[in-house]
């Protein structure tokens, strides 16, 4: 059997997985059902509607049955659900399917950061960016296939059926390995709950997570046009930005975890934003195109650790005496977090419209520098927190 720390990064990286396998097929799909832009779009937001709204609801599901079974389950669900969507025969019906991947996709989210809580908390140091190197990894690899399913003629149907056989064997192997849910111990003292939304350390770290979603998907969703309109490359050259990115993220995140021990939580999150600011002026304002591709390495770079930290630090908010505790607390910045990855690219989109994307790409900088004030002004606030325990205790 593997061990847990194994098992939760195979988990993150199947995520990726899903994510990377049906995205680079949307214009197959599209052609498969004749979708003009517009109506593509409406079924597409399906996706992102299902995360946000089981990701709000996750928490309360993990805590009750464990973060084990609510992976196993979700990633089940993903599976079942991935296929489908290839053979959706509407625009209305695609919405649909998106709708039920993207609950799936956004409570195996969830329920796998927790896990990957509960393994730090165990080993005793930080490593959630490892784990979520594992997720960025899982998508490049996943999307690579898609473009050789692609290139061989596959229909998104056969191409998503081998890819979800694929993953639930993977699934199957590593199942045993991922941490159990620990019962709740009583304690002495119990201490009432503060309702999340009255603490300022969690709007702090969510609107982290939410920049860093915003910067993200703007990168993923308008890199390539940018390239396009900025230097004049062609499609194929433009695509690479985005493929920059992503695997300095990646490569970036294997490292972070020990970045995050040396320096702490709160110097890395404010180097991080100060990188990824530079790095999307750079790539918006760049003279030559291979600044611009420098500019989106170093956004990957900077954002690499700053969506894990802040969910790593969310599980530490939640933590209870006994060691258990963090599940409605991930969940409640992951959901405002999907926010940004909901509302991230029509914002751009919109200010480009009234400016032009060089600006609307400046406008994403500044949100990514912003991550320094809050990652600050969150540790703050934890500690008032842990004083204010302390006092009452």
């Known amino acids: 059997m593997v061990g847990d720390r194994v098992a939760v ?4 990286a199947l995520n990726g997985a899903v994510y990377g396998s049906w995205a680079p097929r949307v214009p197959a799909l599209a052609e498969r059902l004749q979708a003009p832009p517009g109506s593509l779009g409406l079924a597409l937001l399906g996706a992102s509607v299902g995360m946000v709204i089981a990701g709000s609801l996750t928490g309360r599901l993990t805590e009750r049955f464990g973060s084990r079974a609510v992976m196993i389950v979700s990633t089940l ?34 329920s ?30 996943a999307s690579a296939a898609a473009g050789l399913a692609a290139a061989h003629a596959w229909s998104p149907f056969r191409h998503f059926l081998v890819a979800a056989g694929i ?5 199957l192997l590593v199942a045993r390995g991922l941490p159990r849910a620990q019962p709740r111990a009583a304690e002495a003292e119990p201490r009432p709950r503060v309702a999340l939304v009255k603490r300022p350390v969690l709007w702090l770290l969510a609107s982290i997570a939410l920049c860093s979603a915003i910067a993200e998907g703007a990168c993923s969703d308008w890199s390539a046009l940018l390239l396009v309109t900025s230097q004049g490359l062609s499609q194929g050259a433009a695509a690479l930005a985005f493929s920059v990115f992503s695997l300095a993220m990646a490569t970036t995140r294997l490292g972070g975890a020990w970045v995050q021990n040396r320096f702490g939580p709160t110097r890395t999150l404010a180097a991080g934003a100060a990188l990824a600011g530079v790095g999307l002026v750079t790539a918006a304002l760049a003279p030559v195109a291979g600044l611009a591709y420098a500019g989106f390495a170093l956004a990957g770079v900077g954002l690499a650790a700053s969506f894990p930290i802040a969910l790593s630090l969310a599980g530490a908010a939640g933590q209870r005496g006994d060691g258990g505790g963090g599940e409605r607390e991930i969940a409640f910045v ?8 909901l509302a991230g690219p029509p914002v751009v989109g919109g200010i480009a419209q009234l400016t032009s994307l060089s600006a609307s790409f400046v406008v994403v900088g500044l949100l990514a520098a912003v991550i320094a004030p ?16 302390t006092t009452v205790c």
């Open 374 to 389: 809050a990652a600050v002004g969150a540790g703050r606030a934890r500690h008032r927190e842990l004083t204010a325990d």
């Open 112 to 141: 796998m950061n927790i896990g990957a809580v509960v393994v730090e908390r165990r080993v005793g140091r930080a490593i959630m960016p490892v784990f979520h190197a594992g997720f960025s990894f899982g998508g490049l690899l």
């Open 167 to 171: 993953a639930v064997v993977v699934l």
């Open 334 to 341: 992951t959901s405002i977090a999907y926010c940004g990855f």
């Open 77 to 110: 669900a993903s599976c079942v659900i991935l296929p489908v969507v290839g053979v959706a025969g509407s625009v209305a019906a695609l919405g649909v399917v998106l709708f039920g991947l993207g609950a799936s996709v956004g409570a195996l989210d969830v």
């Open 9 to 12: 990064f195979v988990v993150f």
